[in-house]
Structures are given as C-alpha cells and as structure tokens.
C-alpha cells in the first residue's frame, strides 16, 4: 500500500555519529549507547544491532521491559536500567541479565538476596544525585550508602554515575558544581577502598560542551543518546562533533486545489488567503505525532523548496501553501530532513514547534513505518 507517512531511517548515519562521539572522547573511555523510547522512536532491535556491530561497549535503557525487549532481539552486550524498577521485576533483572540502576538499600537487600538464592553476583550501577533532582542517592549520603551496598554479598559494584540538570546551556557553572559534588563522592569512596571500574556522567550535550566530563582517567564512560542518532540537543551547544542527521520525515500530497482570495484555510479560520493561491493537502497530523503548534508556523519541503504550512494542523492533515506552483497528487513532501538543494533541521522544527529534537522524534507514531536505507536491505516504500 502507497505510504501517506514514514520515516526514513539512514543507519549508516548512525556509525558515523558514534565514530565521531568515538574520536572526541578517545579509545579508552567507554560507551554506553542510550536507546531508551524505542531507540529515540529510530528502532530499538535495528539500531542496537547496528551499535553492537560498531563495537559499543554498552546500551542503556529507560526499564526492565526495554531490556528483555533487548535480550529477545538478540543483543547480548551489556545493558543498563537508568530508571528504577518494581519489586516483582527483580527476578526477570536475574534471568535476562540486565544491569539495574540502585539508589535505595532495600532494593540492594532485595536484589543481593535473589541473586545469592541463585549462586550468582548481580551487577549494578549507582545513580547519585549530584543536582539533577530527580532520581539518585543524594551526593551527601551517597559515600555512606555505597559502602553499605558494597558490603552485599549477592552486588558487584560496577559503576556509579550521575546525570545533568543543564549541559544543554551556555553557562557551565551549574554543571560545574556537579562534577564537583560527583569528583568528592569518588575520591572520598576511593580512599576507603572502593574503586567502582565505571564511572559515567556526560550525556550528549556534555560531550559537546563539557570536556572535563569524559576522560579515560577519571569519568571513563559516557552515555550518550540524541547524538548518535545525529541532533544537537539545543541552539546553545558548541557543535564540537560534526554530526549527520538518520531521520528524514516523508510524505506525500494527496490532494490540491485552487482557491480564491478570502478563503478560509482549516479549524478556527486562522488563516485567510490574500490571493489567489494553490492549495496541498498533506496526509499528516498531530495524530501522527506532528506537532500541532507547527500551525501557521512550520514549513515543509516539495520539489526541494520550502513552502509555509497554513491554518492549523489537524489530527491527520495539514494544509500546504504552494502560491503559484501547482505540485502534484503524490509528489513527495519532506517534513524534515532533506530534499534536493532543500533542507529543514529536526532542530529547525524542534525550534518552531516550541520543543526539544528529542520530543519529536520520540512522539512520532508507532504506525509511522521505518524504512531503513544503508547497512540494512533497503525496503521498497511504494509496494
Ligand atoms: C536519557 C539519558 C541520557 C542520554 O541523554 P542524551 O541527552 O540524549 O544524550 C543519559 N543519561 C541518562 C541518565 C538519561 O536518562
């Protein structure tokens, strides 16, 4: 059946941006590739082979139900819990092998248990909350708490970690005083002769901005998510790593028409033509996971160039105004991505639409097909 929306996948992109991410940070430091949310709505199984392929030490994910969904397609590289759990996951964290993110020692007990019950030591990673506010031991207990976990006989230690509130800005104080806080929690645990192998704090806009958050001495693996699938996180980071976008949003026209000056355009009459214009019907909405605050404000690409959306985008139309250009039925419209001498960034749209890169790829509809181009056999849009 003739697509009305997909998403062209270029996995090929993806290698490119993890070996870019590779030569910032050097050989040694490890990386965690984030795969959460269905791989940033990319694909979970096609991009994480594609990761294990390229030699990642690690993925993480959101839960326990991306993990299993993980083992089941075939990926046996270590995986990473970020978030917490519920009590009765802690049997599948055993059997599928999953590494859980700790931060309270009633889970460490219970988790200890389980895994001593099997004759096994389980791995885990420890979340400290050096300013982010969210999950996490918080820094100034944190010294305590891991020696109390370190002493469970059914726990290895294999990492400790923290997150940050704000990378993404210009001003590095913030996350300054976060390294800091992390910088005392490892050293004080160093001196009383705790030494976890992994230590991990820069996500993406961290390894653009912040280079004293990796370094195979110190803090020598990283978790980056939305740079491997090649979007800078927002307009205030350095673009230090030269990335290359895998996401390019396609539709079709499904209908046209002339109409003349005066006439409304779509719910509420927020647009009124001034002339007499062509109108294209795109079979895409906020339905599908196109964002309706893009009325009267994005742009899309047909025939490579940019044409404004009009009136507001419905559940799943929107309204293209060509001018004088008469496109065609099924002449294929770019949403984002590139088209021709034509381009419009996710980031240009993230921008427009009020919201981050990583919100739009992740709300696009699961009934938006993925078509992969590159490592994979290309599949056919059109049969
Ligand atoms: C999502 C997430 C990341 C990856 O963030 P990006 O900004 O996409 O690189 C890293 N660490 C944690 C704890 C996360 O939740």
């Known amino acids: 059946m003739r697509k009305r929306l997909w998403a062209e996948i270029d996995l090929s992109t993806i290698s490119h941006n993890l070996r870019q991410i590779k030569k910032r940070v050097g050989p040694s430091v490890k990386i965690m590739g984030v795969v959460k949310a269905n791989a940033y709505g990319h694909g979970l199984i096609a991009v994480s082979n594609l990761l294990v392929k390229e030699g990642i030490d690690a993925l993480c994910v959101d839960n326990v139900e991306e993990g299993i969904e993980l083992r089941k397609g075939g990926i046996f590289i270590p995986i990473l819990i970020l978030s917490s759990f519920w009590e009765e996951e802690v049997d599948l964290i055993c059997n599928y092998q999953l590494t859980p993110t700790i931060f309270e020692k009633e889970t460490a007990e219970i988790l200890s248990r389980r895994a001593l019950e099997r004759g096994r030591k389980i791995k885990i990673h420890i979340n400290v909350d050096t300013g982010m506010g969210r999950a996490g031991i918080p820094y100034k207990k944190a010294v305590e708490f891991i020696e109390e976990v370190n002493k469970f006989a059914g726990i290895e230690i294999e990492g400790i970690y923290t997150h940050f509130s704000s990378a993404d800005e210009e001003d590095g104080k ?210």
């Not at 309706?292 to 994005?298: A, D, E, M, P, Q």
């Not at 065609?328 to 890169?357: M, Y």
Request: glycine share 8%; hydrophobic share 35%; aromatic share 8%.
């Open 174 to 383: 913030y996350s300054s005083l976060q390294i800091s806080r992390f910088q005392e929690v490892v050293e004080k645990l160093k001196k009383r002769g705790i030494d976890p192998p992994l230590k991990h704090i820069a996500n993406s806009a961290a390894l653009l901005n912040i280079p004293s958050s990796f370094n195979f001495n110190c803090f020598n693996a990283i978790r980056p998510g939305l740079l491997l699938y090649g979007y800078y996180p927002s307009p205030l980071v350095t673009r230090s790593i030269s990335l290359k976008p895998s996401l390019c949003l396609k539709s079709r026209v499904i209908f046209v028409k002339r109409v003349p000056p005066g006439s409304f355009l779509s719910y509420n009459r927020t647009y009124v033509t001034t002339r007499s214009t062509f109108i294209a019907i795109l079979p895409v909405g906020y339905g599908d996971g196109y964002p309706r605050s893009l009325s009267n404000r994005g742009e899309v690409l047909i025939r490579g160039k940019r044409f404004p959306l009009v009136g507001r985008v419905c559940m799943n139309q929107s309204l293209v105004d060509t001018g004088d250009i008469k496109v065609k039925v099924e002449d294929e419209v770019v949403l984002w991505g590139t088209q021709g001498r034509g381009k419009i960034s996710l980031e240009e749209v993230a921008l427009k639409a009020n919201t981050i890169p990583n919100e739009l790829v992740t709300n696009l509809s699961q009934k938006v097909s993925r078509v992969y181009l590159g490592n994979l056999p290309p599949t056919r849009i059109d049969s």
